[in-house]
């Protein structure tokens, strides 16, 4: 048996999350546009009749500007260290830019580069792109499509090589070790960065509150939506309600059959940049 751990690095937006997704052929993490949609590290677990991959996805590393920024990136940057394989991630369709070699910086350079979003871009933008991601000096490069599946097996067996002799770490059902309430606060702030306007999707947190179980077999699920400024909550709340009543329909649709979701909107000014309601949050 051969087992091990491989960190998904890179900047923002470069399609970590959907890769992840993608080698594991389900969601484990969620996905959006927006920048800091991860924001912990999730890990998903890859299990083969002889070898066992955790993938651990990891927010964007980028230039901070608050203290939640601060700890994302001491977050991304802790699950590069003392794993067996570091998988930095580009976009196919950006520039090579200071904040990716910012990035190619913090890691060994035995690490696989990624190429990601070729169902973007022309076959001369990604053999260009290559040429530049080849500058930085690692041990393999790979150029994947994370939402078609392109190249993503060959990525695979490359990370698989890697593994290590060692024993399986999880059992062979699981597939990722989120708790469940973490991941029901997650799918709510993940439909709420899609319906949202650009300035609040980075104020708003979600966490699960209470978690009783009901006569009718599913979860009684109570969440709240942090926002920091009383305006943000106007928005999140929308018209009538129209923005929550469709985030609540939305994930849903995502739980388990008589789930009961209730959704609430609370002002926490400038948790952003507070250590202790970070820390509350678990970031």
């Given at each position: 048996m051969h087992s091990g751990f491989a960190t998904l690095v890179g900047?923002?937006?470069?399609?970590k999350s959907t890769l992840l997704n993608r080698i594991l052929g389900q969601k484990v993490s969620i996905?959006?546009?927006?920048?800091?949609t991860t924001r912990t590290q999730v890990?998903?677990?890859?299990?083969?009749?002889?070898?066992?991959?955790?993938?651990?996805?990891?927010p964007g590393i980028h230039k901070p500007r608050?203290?939640?920024?601060?700890r994302l990136n001491e977050t991304a940057a802790d699950a590069a260290t003392g794993v067996d394989v570091v998988v930095f991630t580009v976009d196919a369709t950006a520039p090579v830019g200071t904040g990716d070699r910012f990035v190619?910086?913090?890691?060994?350079?035995?690490?696989i580069c990624v190429v990601n979003k070729v169902d973007r871009a022309s076959p001369e933008e990604v053999l260009a792109?290559?040429?530049?991601a080849g500058e930085l000096g690692f041990a393999a490069y790979h150029p994947v499509s994370a939402l078609t599946g392109d190249g993503v097996d060959?990525?695979?067996?490359?990370?698989?090589?890697?593994?290590?002799?060692?024993?399986?770490?999880y059992p062979d059902d699981m597939v990722t070790d989120v708790p469940e309430a973490f991941w029901v606060a997650e799918l709510v702030r993940e439909q709420l960065l899609h319906v949202t306007k650009d300035e609040v999707p980075h104020s708003v947190a979600c966490r699960v509150t209470e978690w009783e179980w009901s006569d009718t077999g599913g979860p009684r699920i109570r969440c709240e939506i942090l926002v920091e400024r009383d305006s943000q909550k106007g928005i999140v709340i929308g018209k009538g309600g129209s923005v929550l009543k469709a985030v609540g329909t939305a994930v849903r649709h995502q739980l388990p059959p008589g789930a009961y979701l209730e959704l609430f909107v609370k002002v926490d000014r400038d948790w952003q940049r507070r250590p202790q309601a970070l820390t509350r949050l678990g970031y």
């Open positions: 900047r923002p937006n470069v399609g996905v959006s546009d927006k920048a800091q890990r998903g677990v890859l299990t083969r009749p002889d070898v066992q991959v955790v993938f651990v996805d990891t608050t203290l939640l920024g601060e190619a910086g913090l890691i060994p350079k035995d690490s792109q290559l040429r530049r060959q990525l695979v067996a490359s990370i698989v090589e890697r593994m290590p002799e060692g024993p399986q770490l």
